[in-house]
């Protein structure tokens, strides 16, 4: 930190680092919120648009398999070419397709139109977490920081249904898009002036192998539980879509493995405290994003709550969420990471 030149652009951007986690904490909130703000508006969706079961399920699902698909190369694109830049061609992509989403006149074109705010959404995601380990140097701060970001995640996916259901009680359907386009408004102008530019100084250039072959493993793997309802869990075509994404993932981890500058580093998962961590964080976001979604469907059809009383339903969980990932930060530090885990884990099943 001392060696910091006052003037220098960084040296501000660290003085000012707490308003540029605010800004990063709005840019993740928006596109974390758009996995689950669409779900109080299925009903409406079926009736105005004519949609079927299948078409509402991909209206919901596209954003999330183009964003899972693309989370990884996200992040490698923000390292090696600029992770500022990275967050606000994201968040121009994010809010030009949901104004195109708002207004779409088919099931077709929202589904479209919803995947393509996922390739927004995941040059946005990476890239925030990414400026904040750059710029919260100290590690205290630094997991304060982090905590406050997992809060604010946390809370948008309890919260998407709140906001969906407060758009469509007062507004039409499109508006759940059209809410995306003031906070990206918000973000860039804030984000411009406040965020400093980072990238990775020892990046080589994009591995697009190994770019292709994340995309087409994690993409046939969500792709593919998506539809095995459909299909049937043992059917030929589950167990294709299965065997793709396995034999596609095994090839990524080879090609990496050998690979002088890799998408990922896949040598990481050799230590079983990254490998674990890892899969505790995966776990978790399942359960959230599971959760939520159901949740909220159980609400709307089963006990017949109107969309605004099913998202504000909702709201103790995204309250629970917004106060306890700031302690748990602040408690790892203290008791060590593996206990706060393990704790929230068995709290969760």
Not at 98 to 109: D, E, P, V, W
């Amino acid at each position: 930190m001392s060696s910091m030149n006052t003037t220098s652009p960084q040296s501000i951007a660290y003085e000012r680092r707490w308003w540029v986690l605010a800004v990063l904490a709005i840019s993740v909130f928006l596109v974390v919120v758009d996995n689950l703000i669409v779900n109080v508006a299925l009903p409406t969706l079926q009736s105005e648009l004519n949609a079927t079961t299948t078409s509402l399920q991909w209206i919901v699902d596209s954003y999330a398999l183009v964003f899972a698909g693309l989370l990884l190369a996200g992040g490698g694109i923000g390292d090696r070419y600029g992770r500022k830049r990275t967050l606000q061609i994201g968040l121009v992509l994010f809010a030009a397709c949901s104004g195109m989403a708002a207004f779409a006149s088919t099931t077709n074109s929202l589904i479209f139109w919803r995947g393509a705010m996922g390739i927004g959404a995941a040059l946005v995601f990476p890239a925030t977490l990414a400026i904040i380990t750059n710029l919260f140097v100290d590690p205290i701060e630094r997991a304060k920081a982090i905590g406050l970001w997992s809060a604010v995640s946390g809370m948008a996916v309890a919260f998407g249904p709140v906001v969906g259901g407060f758009m469509l009680e007062h507004f039409w359907w499109g508006s759940v898009f059209l809410i995306n386009l003031p906070i990206v408004a918000i973000s860039l102008i804030a984000g411009a002036r406040l965020i400093p530019d980072s990238r990775n100084p020892d990046a080589h250039a994009l591995d697009k192998v190994g770019f292709l072959l994340s995309v087409i493993a994690i993409g046939s793997l969500v792709f593919t539980v998506i539809e095995s309802p459909h299909w049937g869990w043992g059917s030929q075509k589950s167990n294709l879509g299965f065997g793709i994404a396995v034999l596609t993932l095994i090839g990524f981890v080879l090609f990496e493995s050998k690979k002088e500058a890799p998408l990922l580093e896949v040598t990481f998962f050799k230590s079983a405290r990254f490998s674990a961590a890892t899969g505790s964080i995966g776990i978790a976001f399942f359960c959230l994003f599971g959760f939520t979604f159901l949740v909220t469907q159980y609400f709307q059809f089963v006990r017949g709550y109107d969309t605004l009383s099913a998202g504000v339903h909702t709201i103790p969980f995204a309250v629970g969420a917004g106060v306890t990932a700031p302690l748990a930060a602040r408690a790892a530090l203290k008791f060590g990471t593996k206990r706060i885990v393990a704790l929230g884990l068995f709290n969760m099943s």
